[in-house]
């Protein structure tokens, strides 16, 4: 079992209260088994997103919550981290504690909003602004259709801020028999933007 010293490097996950969480938590599963560790962040709607589309039963104590992602995950002790909404002195709180990586998973819109005019007014939008400040990946992943002028313009001016915006809309080219194909196509392509070998599906290209 691996230990903290022998993590790959940790990645910043927040799920908020967009639909599909299951991409979230298929994320956080894919960094476990790549022996990363995860700091997670979950959002009180996301708890709620969570309740009503998944059969995952969650709580919202931040160390029983570390412990319930474990037991689900098979994450070794310390692989992963999970940290409340105001937990200000939690290492993504600051640009020298945060990871280099972090991605929002679901996205919703409102916290889109918030992290592109810079609200910071909890541990996620306050992580994702230090992402940002600090020049560091942050990938979205929001899920809405159809999308306003609002969020069109949140998402370009997140775009030109050096942000990947990562639209949870899974492809059909590769003839998916399952929901989890649906989401290891999403899934996939977070790991792609963060540099990190999957096999959850072939890359364009290569033989199937
Ligand atoms: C079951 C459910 C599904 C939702 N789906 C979406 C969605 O797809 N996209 C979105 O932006 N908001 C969606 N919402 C609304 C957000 O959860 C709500 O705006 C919330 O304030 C977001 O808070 P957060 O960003 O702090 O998680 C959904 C809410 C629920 C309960």
Same mark, same amino acid.
């Given at each position: 079992?691996?230990?903290?010293?022998?993590?790959?490097?940790?990645?910043?996950? $927040?799920?908020?209260?967009?639909?599909?969480?299951?991409?979230?938590? !298929?994320?956080?599963?894919? #960094?476990?088994?790549?022996?990363?560790? /995860?700091?997670?962040?979950? &959002?009180? $709607?996301?708890?709620?997103?969570?309740?009503?589309?998944? @059969?995952?039963?969650?709580?919202?104590?931040? *160390?029983?919550?570390?412990?319930?992602?474990?037991?689900?995950?098979?994450? $070794?002790?310390?692989?992963? !981290?999970?940290?409340?909404?105001?937990?200000?002195?939690?290492?993504?709180?600051?640009? &020298?504690?945060?990871?280099?990586?972090?991605?929002?998973?679901?996205?919703?819109?409102?916290?889109?909003?918030?992290?592109?005019?810079?609200?910071?007014?909890?541990?996620?939008?306050? $992580?994702? @602004?230090?992402?940002?400040?600090?020049?560091?990946?942050?990938?979205?992943?929001?899920?809405?259709?159809?999308?306003?002028?609002?969020? #069109?313009?949140?998402?370009?001016?997140?775009?030109?801020?050096?942000?990947?915006?990562?639209?949870?809309?899974?492809?059909?080219?590769?003839?998916?028999?399952? #929901?989890? @194909?649906?989401?290891?196509?999403? /899934?996939?392509?977070?790991?792609?933007?963060?540099?990190?070998?999957?096999?959850?599906?072939?890359?364009?290209? *290569?033989?199937?």
């Amino acid at each position: 079992m691996a230990d903290e010293a022998t993590f790959e490097k940790p990645v910043t996950v $927040a799920l908020t209260g967009a639909s599909g969480a299951q991409y979230g938590l !298929r994320l956080i599963d894919c #960094l476990v088994a790549a022996r990363h560790q /995860v700091l997670v962040l979950i &959002s009180k $709607a996301a708890q709620m997103v969570i309740a009503t589309e998944t @059969d995952v039963s969650l709580p919202s104590n931040p *160390e029983r919550l570390s412990e319930a992602l474990k037991e689900r995950s098979g994450a $070794a002790p310390g692989q992963i !981290r999970c940290f409340g909404r105001e937990d200000w002195m939690a290492p993504v709180a600051s640009g &020298s504690g945060a990871p280099s990586a972090m991605v929002i998973c679901p996205c919703s819109t409102g916290t889109l909003s918030a992290v592109a005019t810079g609200a910071s007014n909890n541990l996620i939008e306050r $992580a994702a @602004d230090v992402a940002l400040k600090e020049r560091r990946q942050l990938i979205l992943v929001p899920r809405e259709t159809p999308f306003s002028a609002i969020h #069109l313009e949140h998402m370009l001016t997140l775009t030109r801020m050096g942000a990947v915006i990562l639209p949870a809309a899974p492809g059909f080219y590769h003839r998916p028999q399952t #929901l989890d @194909d649906m989401i290891d196509f999403i /899934v996939a392509r977070i790991l792609n933007q963060l540099g990190i070998a999957h096999t959850l599906m072939p890359r364009w290209g *290569e033989a199937t």
